[in-house]
């Protein structure tokens, strides 16, 4: 029973640089989403995909670039890495999108920019 | 527009004593809730949710959460705090409205057990 899986589970990057965090699931979910988790500020949305081929901005999507090629996997693309993205990124899937579906979480990736 | 808010950011009880969390809400639509439960280093977790169904809304882990749409609040509550309910809560609000859909989270409110 995986679920949701996100890797690496810790990263320390210079500023400037690139990385890409991986996300995948197993649940065949058409829905996957990427948050970032900052101290008292709750969960914020950063692009999300209802489908294969189909993406779109979240609330805080500058800084980050998203694809998904595969119902299975999307990954969050990092293009030149700054201090303000030090974050705890959290990917999930839910059965589609809609009011009433619950979202699965991955055990997230902390990241640290330096 | 859609906000929530919970109105503790730490809530500290003791051992078998009861946990009261509280989360206003705030939709133009009828909206969907949630309360997860985040432990340290860890995802977050479905305690329950509200989809127009009962009010009172049993989840997991002995917790429970009433929709009271005249207050527009969801608390959580349980009767009897464990030592393994020490962790993060987050209430969220999800819906639609016009041109869009939006899920919402709060800030968070963490639990404290003391033995």
């Known amino acids: 029973n995986a679920g949701v899986t996100q890797t690496p589970k810790f990263q320390v990057l210079k500023t400037g640089q690139s990385m890409t965090l991986q996300c995948a699931q197993d649940?065949?979910?058409?829905?996957m989403s990427w948050y970032r988790q900052d101290p008292g500020m709750g969960l914020r949305l950063i692009h999300y995909?209802?489908?294969?081929?189909?993406?779109d901005q979240g609330e805080v999507p500058n800084g980050y670039n998203v694809s998904r090629s595969t119902t299975e996997d999307f990954p969050l693309r990092l293009l030149s890495a700054a201090p303000s993205q030090t974050s705890v990124y959290f990917c999930?899937?839910?059965?589609?999108?809609?009011?009433?579906?619950?979202?699965?979480f991955g055990d997230g990736t902390r990241l640290s920019i330096l | 527009a859609q906000s929530v808010t919970q109105l503790d950011s730490h809530v500290s009880v003791s051992e078998g004593t009861p946990v009261l969390l509280r989360c206003n809400y705030s939709?133009?639509?009828?909206?969907?809730l949630f309360w997860y439960v985040q432990h340290p280093n860890k995802g977050l977790q479905l305690l329950l949710k509200?989809?127009?169904?009962?009010?009172l809304v049993k989840g997991i882990n002995g917790f429970e959460a009433e929709f009271k749409k005249s207050e527009t609040s969801f608390h959580l509550t349980k009767p009897s705090a464990h030592m393994s309910d020490a962790a993060e809560y987050f209430c969220?609000?999800?819906?639609?409205?016009?041109?869009?859909?939006?899920?919402?989270f709060g800030a968070g409110t963490r639990l404290f057990v003391k033995a």
């Open positions: 999930a899937s839910s059965k589609r999108q809609g009011g009433n579906q619950p979202q699965h």
């Open positions: 509200y989809t127009s169904a009962a009010t």
């Open positions: 649940m065949n979910h058409e829905y």
């Open positions: 969220v609000v999800s819906g639609g409205y016009t041109g869009g859909f939006k899920t919402i």
């Open positions: 995909s209802v489908g294969a081929g189909i993406t």
């Open positions: 939709s133009s639509y009828s909206p969907s």
